[in-house]
Nanobody, 116 residues
């Protein structure tokens, strides 16, 4: 079955950096677009970044553009989110996502807390 397992979250000071990872299994990772979403306390889940199956095209929400970089290693079936210049408003649970046959699949998420 499809599994997405995120890791790499933690507590970081404002201005710091983190790299999130998402290991995928149960499907042909290299064939599917992938996304990172986040959900802050009391807010709806929102898309943060998108990457095509080959990694040649990416897109970002305006709130993270220039600070976050999405990438993938298809040989390792792993999705990444490199985050720099983190702000308190980046605090959220971060989820990786894919859609297969019109069905959304989610990991359990990894918590990122940006605080001094």
């Amino acid at each position: 079955q499809v599994q997405l397992v995120e890791s790499g979250g933690g507590l970081v000071q404002p201005g710091g950096s983190l790299r999130l990872s998402c290991v995928a299994s149960g499907f042909t990772f290299r064939s599917y677009f992938m996304r990172w979403y986040r959900q802050a306390p009391g807010k709806e889940r929102e898309v943060v970044a998108f990457i095509t199956s080959t990694g040649d095209t990416t897109n970002y929400d305006d709130s993270v553009k220039g600070r976050f970089t999405i990438s993938r290693d298809n040989a390792k079936s792993t999705l990444y989110l490199q985050m720099h210049s983190l702000k308190p408003e980046d605090t959220a649970v971060y989820y990786c996502n894919t859609m297969i046959s019109s069905r959304n699949y989610w990991g359990k998420g990894t918590l990122v807390t940006v605080s001094s």
